[in-house]
């Protein structure tokens, strides 16, 4: 499956430029930052060649992807797993993010796996995935992911990489992190 026509030549030469190779089966940006870049690119449950490729949003952005790596360093998903495991309602949204993943992947292909990514719904793996998946949706689908744009926003990123308008870690509830780390 190639690139669909509505992404165009400049969005995919900036997304090889960011990823420092060929973008591979993407279907559409689905999150461009404030500064106009391709953050985000939903892609195709298979690649060209066959070969399935499970993640349906795609980190594309290095400011973002670095700051991903950033927060995963610093033991964000340690608190974020702790949270998941003592919060039902945590615990509930991520579980209903997982299916709608699954659902939104399913519907361009059936892979014929529960598996969709930043290890959902019973873990935190990966937040590549949970701000990607955050940043195509908007605020309010995956909760988690919403708290690391936040961060991300927090740490210099906002109006630039990211929306001016995010909501603030204080308006979502993201706890002190580094403190829970210290525990």
């Not at 420092?20 to 953050?39: C, I, N, T």
């Amino acid at each position: 499956m190639s690139a669909d026509p509505s992404v165009s030549q400049d969005d995919l030469d900036a997304i090889a430029a960011q990823l420092g190779r060929p973008p591979r089966g993407v279907l559409e940006v689905s999150y461009r930052s404030p500064d106009g870049r391709p953050g985000v690119v939903k892609t195709a449950p298979r690649l060209e060649d066959g070969t399935p490729f499970p993640t349906l949003y795609y980190l594309t952005d290095p400011r973002l992807t670095a700051e991903a790596s950033r927060q995963e360093s610093a033991g964000i998903m340690r608190g974020m797993q702790a949270r998941l495991a003592s919060d039902p309602d945590l615990a509930a949204n991520y579980h209903a993010a997982h299916e709608r993943y699954l659902s939104k992947r399913n519907a361009i292909e059936d892979l014929g796996t529960d598996f969709s990514g930043g290890g959902m719904p019973e873990r935190v793996k990966c937040l590549h995935v949970l701000m990607a998946y955050a940043l195509a949706e908007g605020p309010g689908v995956v909760r988690l992911g919403d708290e690391s744009v936040a961060l991300a926003c927090e740490a210099g990123l906002r109006g630039t990489a990211l929306p001016g308008d995010w909501p603030t870690p204080e308006e979502l509830g993201v706890p002190d992190y580094r403190a829970m780390d210290e525990q």
